[in-house]
């Protein structure tokens, strides 16, 4: 029974990413050109169902992207 009201994405270089096939090209080019697949996985869900749906969590992302942006793994940087 998974969670109905989520909102995830990959992180790879400070790109967000929201397919898992993207995401294994992307890291598999990083680990061939730059020998390192840095990335992460955003996921946000809320306390209790039905607290928040969907919407207003893809509403939320956007500021949480750029909350973590300086904080992830990118060109050029490591991961604080």
Avoid: C
């Avoid at 989520?6 to 090209?25: H, I």
């Avoid at 996921?43 to 207003?56: E, H, I, K, N, Y």
């Amino acid at each position: 029974d998974g969670h109905p009201d989520m909102v995830f994405w990959y992180s790879v270089d400070g790109m967000p990413l929201a397919n898992r096939y993207v995401l294994k090209v992307r890291t598999l080019w990083n680990a061939i050109l730059h020998d390192r697949t840095n990335g992460a996985v955003i996921v946000l869900t809320p306390r209790a169902r039905g607290q928040m749906g969907t919407s207003a969590l893809q509403e939320f992302a956007p500021l949480v992207h750029d909350a973590l942006e300086d904080r992830l793994p990118g060109p050029g940087r490591s991961a604080r």
